[in-house]
């Protein structure tokens, strides 16, 4: 999954990950074939934490941030993303709506000034990949 973020330039500014053990050691290996290390916010608030609970943890990031990567726990990191899809190719909407496997990465914009603004359906879909492909 790091060569293709890398591949598309989808290094993030900030990285908020989960103080669990199996999450740590996941972004480690990620981190390692990512080709960038940045800053880290371990939280233990993404640990089984529901959607609305991880969105506020995002809200908390700066302003100035642009890119955003969340590294947690199902069914809550992918109930989030299914959550916040409100656009996006209707495929892709639906595979994400289907199974949001370990590992997956689902990218989406959204056209606000402030973390705090992100809401359901606010987000544009603009990827979904999986470990076992299916980009």
Known sequence: MAAWLRKRKLIPQL??????????????????????EPPVRETRHLYMALPREILAEI???????????????????????????????????????????TAAVAVLDFDVEHWTEIDADSGTLRHFATPKGGD
């Open 59 to 101: 809200g908390k990031s700066p302003d100035d941030i642009n890119t955003l990567m969340v590294i947690g726990h199902n069914p809550g990191i992918g109930s989030l993303a299914h959550w916040l899809a409100g656009q996006g190719d209707r495929q892709e909407l639906a595979r994400l709506a289907e199974k949001f496997p």
């Open 15 to 36: 990285v908020l990950c989960s103080t669990a053990r199996r999450v740590k050691e996941t972004y480690a290996l990620l981190r390692a074939d990512l080709g960038a």
